[in-house]
């Protein structure tokens, strides 16, 4: 685990290199995750109140923390939510991609030309959740399989980078990550979308490596390649791991790609844009845009979309 206090960027682009990930600790401070957890406050007050008025809720449980009071709602409805069940998209989010310390690692273990992939994912992970305790798997296989059942491969040879980011602090109990060292070199296995939409490798993953827990507190990230083999297990304790991770690839028109690469950079690029998702360029030598511009492309986007539905 390293401290960006006292770290060179030889230990973070070898860590990385080496491992397929690195930890970097007290990279951001805790008032920067502050919009993050509002914006999750604000909806599960929403949804709360939603509950009670339907009669399906018999408090408003607004006396608990931050870590229990989702967790009490969807333990008295009986629901295990996979996903967020608000949006994930506006300023805090753009401020998020954009953190200096982020950033920062980002420039040294990727390079000069990269974008947000411009949708991340609030995890939810609930006590006792099995379908938020992810399975083995690369990062890539998601990316790629769009189809349930229908095994795809596009980026194996496109350097992607997931950052991994606690808003409470993630345990082994809580259900933390778990990363297997160097397995980004055994590059993009077979694995395949279920039912429940989870990726499942085809082969005893564990056999094969050293599974590492990544414990974690707020300030820290994770950074992890697109073909790091990694997993979430159980969370055994009583409150919600929340926690947010976002996607960065190579920026499609900045950077010399081999025509594969190019093919597979316009392979993300296009399917965030079907999704009404603009990719935002957050290191660039040319122009990076700010929060309206951004703003605006996702407002055309969305429109184009509506008009040709
Ligand atoms: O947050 C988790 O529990 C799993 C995260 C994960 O697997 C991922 O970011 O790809």
């Not at 502050?34 to 408003?60: C, D, F, M, W």
């Not at 297990?233 to 009583?238: E, F």
């Amino acid at each position: 685990m390293i401290d960006q206090t006292n770290i060179t960027n030889q230990e973070i682009e070898e860590s990385f290199k080496r491992d397929g990930y690195v930890v970097v600790e007290n990279i951001i401070q805790d008032h920067d995750l502050e919009p993050i957890r509002k914006h999750i406050k604000t909806r599960v007050e929403e949804y709360a109140h939603e509950q009670y008025a339907a009669g399906n809720i018999s408090s408003l449980y607004n006396r608990e923390s931050f870590e229990r009071r989702y967790a009490v709602i969807c333990e008295e409805l009986s629901i295990y939510p996979r996903s967020w069940i608000g949006h994930t998209y506006g300023r805090e989010f753009y401020d998020l991609y954009n953190l200096p310390g982020i950033l920062h690692v980002l420039s040294v273990i990727h390079g000069p030309e990269i974008s947000n992939i411009g949708s991340p994912a609030l995890r939810t992970k609930l006590p006792g959740s099995v379908i938020t305790s992810f399975p083995w798997h690369q990062d890539s296989q998601y990316v790629d399989q769009a189809t349930i059942g229908k095994k795809e491969r596009h980026t194996e040879n496109l350097l992607m980078v997931t950052v991994w980011v606690p808003l409470v602090e993630a345990t082994v109990p809580n259900g933390c990550c778990w990363v297997i060292p160097g397995s980004h070199r055994w590059g993009l296995l077979d694995g395949v979308r279920g039912q429940d939409s989870n990726i499942r490798m085809e082969e005893n993953i564990e056999g094969r490596g050293q599974p590492t827990p990544v414990p974690l507190k707020p300030g820290g990230a994770l950074f992890m390649s697109n073909l790091c083999v990694h997993t979430s297990k159980l969370n055994t304790s009583n409150g919600c791991r929340w926690s947010i991770d976002f996607r960065y690839f190579p920026t499609v028109d900045r950077n010399n790609f081999t025509p594969e690469q190019r093919q597979a950079a316009e392979f993300v690029r296009d399917k965030m844009r079907r999704g009404g998702k603009e990719p935002l360029v957050v290191l660039t030598r040319g122009h990076k845009p700010s929060w309206e511009e951004w703003d605006t492309a996702n407002r055309k986007l969305q429109s184009n979309s509506r008009h040709t539905d």
